[in-house]
C-alpha cells in the first residue's frame, strides 16, 4: 500500500484490514409525533449494527435531512480503537454512511480522529451530486490527512494556512488547504521520526500530479524547489 496517499502523505506503511459491513434498519414508530419545522426527529427512527467475523457491534442511529441513516461516530470510534491491531499505531475507518456527533446537534462533520489511536472519515458528503470526482477526492483527502494529524495528537491550526484549519463543511474543504503549515510540518517531524522533507515532497508532487490536484501539485513543486531539490 505504499502508493496510497495516505501512506505517501506521513511517509509510513499502511496496510489495509478486513471490512466490516454495515446494516442500518429503519423502525416503525409506534406514534406519530409533530416536529418543528426544519427539525429531525432522532427517536428510535433507525437501528444500525457492525459486523465482523466474531461479533455484532450495535451503533447509535438517527435519520439525517434527507431521511437516511447517520451513524454516531463515538460508537464507531469505540469499534475502531477495540479492532486496532497491537502493531498499528493508529487505524482509520472510512465509511460510505453519513455520521453525525451529538442528538441535538445539525452540524455536518465528515471525520473524527482522536488521542485513542483510531479516526474516522465518512465520504457521504463528498461525492454527492453535482460534485466531481476529482473535488470529491482531494476534499475526502483533505479530511483524511486531517483526522489522523488529530490521531497523532496535533489540534487546529490558527497560524497559517494549513491543512490543520479547523472546518465545518465541505465546502469550507475548498478553501483549505492539502499541505502543513510550517509548525505543523516540524510536529509531524517529531512524531515521524527521519522524516525526509525533499523526498516527500516530490512524491506528493507526482501523486498530485496523477490526481490532477494542480494547486496542490503547484505549490509542493515549489517546496521541492525551495528544499534545493
Given amino acids: 500500500m505504499e502508493r496510497w496517499p495516505i501512506a505517501i502523505y ?3 506503511p499502511v496496510r489495509l484490514l478486513p471490512s466490516l ?5 429503519q423502525v416503525k414508530a409506534k406514534k406519530a409525533k409533530k416536529v418543528a419545522q426544519g427539525k429531525r426527529n432522532v427517536k428510535e427512527k433507525w437501528t444500525a449494527s457492525l459486523v465482523d467475523e466474531q461479533y455484532t457491534y450495535t451503533i447509535q442511529c438517527r435519520s439525517n435531512e434527507h431521511g437516511h441513516p447517520q451513524l454516531y461516530d463515538l460508537d464507531l470510534i469505540d469499534v475502531i480503537a477495540e479492532l486496532n491491531p497491537a502493531d498499528a499505531y493508529a487505524t482509520l ?3 460510505p454512511e453519513d455520521i453525525y456527533e451529538w442528538d441535538d ?3 455536518i462533520i465528515m471525520g473524527r480522529g482522536t488521542g485513542d489511536r483510531a479516526g474516522l472519515l465518512s465520504l457521504y458528503r463528498f461525492f454527492a451530486p ?3 470526482p476529482t473535488l470529491a477526492l482531494l476534499r475526502a483527502c483533505k479530511t483524511m490527512v486531517h483526522e489522523v494529524m488529530h490521531m497523532f495528537g496535533l489540534d487546529h491550526c490558527v497560524h497559517h494556512l494549513c491543512v490543520m484549519n479547523a472546518n465545518v463543511s465541505p465546502d469550507d474543504d475548498d478553501a483549505d488547504v492539502l499541505w502543513l503549515c510550517p509548525l505543523d510540518l516540524a510536529k509531524l517531524q517529531i512524531v515521524v521520526t ?3 522533507r525533499a523526498a516527500r515532497y516530490r512524491q506528493l508532487a507526482i501523486l498530485c500530479a496523477e490526481m490532477d490536484f494542480q494547486r496542490e501539485q503547484a505549490w509542493y513543486c515549489k517546496s521541492l524547489h525551495c528544499c534545493g531539490s
Fill in 10 to 12: 506521513f511517509q509510513l
Fill in 21 to 25: 459491513r454495515t446494516t442500518a434498519t
Fill in 93 to 95: 475507518g472510512v465509511t
Fill in 105 to 107: 446537534m445539525d452540524a
Fill in 130 to 132: 453535482p460534485t466531481g
Fill in 194 to 196: 527521519g522524516l525526509d
